[in-house]
């Protein structure tokens, strides 16, 4: 069996003692950026509940094109107004460089990626390039509360970054 | 209390049961592409654990520019083999079009987004627009389990999209 028929499987029991359809705008108003990373469960880190937040997330948790994109959608249309950015320890994005990413797939498939892959050195600094990345941007309106975190994978804290 | 500050409130009480650090390759192999819905709790609805599964999210769960760098980079970098799409029944991304989204912010702001926004008018069809740009990817290594789902927002069903 595929991880993906297991899943699958385990759907099958949470549909089981699912109850909706809920509202389509976040209850809560918030929208959450986050690295994909599978050790960062954004809904049980948080504590958060099915239909309160917007979810967003990618390799780092960085802010791109793509998510100026979903955070314009996710407040001029469905009505979020705080924004959280969580980063975390242990990142696959400090192992390597955009370079030699880049060059890696370039000697294996004979292109080189038009997009930077977005690595960082340091966590910190990178929440806060995300967040000036957001304050930046003309397409999100609402810009009040952007705070940005590192969620720490060996004691699951959530720490605030400074601006 | 701001609901940034309830969110870190409930995250103190996540970390006091947490045991880490877990390691950093997702243990079950798989990358999930899902929309950002508040709705749709993807640890949940696949019953999955911390550590087990790398999780990217956007406005629709559509395959951009930016899911190709997260997927390369997870395939790539971090050992994922099985890709997982979801889209959703009664999606944001139904209600509007991209010329409509584009010429309000224009309007509003005096800059039209350089990006698409990336609406659709069927889920299954675009479930399957993203499967086919997975797999017309040069960047992404492994294509042998790449499937398409709709979540049924009223059930907390998946449904897999035929290709």
Redesign the interface.
């Known amino acids: 069996m595929?991880?993906?028929d297991?899943?699958?499987a385990?759907?099958?029991?949470?549909?089981r003692t699912?109850s909706?359809?809920?509202p389509?705008?976040?209850?809560?108003?918030?929208?959450i950026v986050a690295c994909?990373?599978?050790?960062?469960?954004?809904?049980?880190?948080?504590?958060?509940?099915?239909?309160?937040?917007?979810?967003?997330?990618?390799?780092g948790g960085v802010v791109?094109?793509?998510?100026?994109?979903?955070l314009?959608?996710?407040q001029?249309?469905?009505g979020t107004e705080?924004i959280?950015l969580i980063h975390h320890t242990?990142c696959?994005?400090l192992?390597?460089t955009d370079d030699e990413?880049k060059r890696?797939?370039q000697d294996e498939?004979?292109?080189k990626?038009?997009?930077?892959?977005?690595a960082f050195d340091d966590v910190e600094t990178d929440v806060r390039q995300s967040m000036a990345r957001i304050n930046k941007s003309?397409?999100i309106p609402r810009k009040e509360?952007v705070?940005g975190f590192v969620f720490d994978?060996?004691?699951?804290?959530?720490s605030?970054v400074s601006t």
Do not use: C, Q
């Not at 990373?37 to 990618?58: C, F, K, P, T, W």
């Open positions: 595929s991880v993906t297991e899943l699958l385990n759907n099958a029991e949470y549909a699912f909706g359809p809920l389509l705008p976040p209850s809560k108003r918030v929208a994909m990373d599978a050790r960062l469960n954004v809904y049980g880190a948080l504590g958060l509940a099915e239909g309160e937040a917007h979810v967003i997330r990618n390799a791109t094109e793509d998510e100026i994109r979903s314009a959608i996710s001029r249309l469905l705080e959280i242990d696959g994005m192992t390597f990413f890696s797939i498939v004979g292109i990626p038009p997009w930077a892959a977005e003309p397409f509360s705070r994978v060996a004691t699951g804290r959530l605030e």
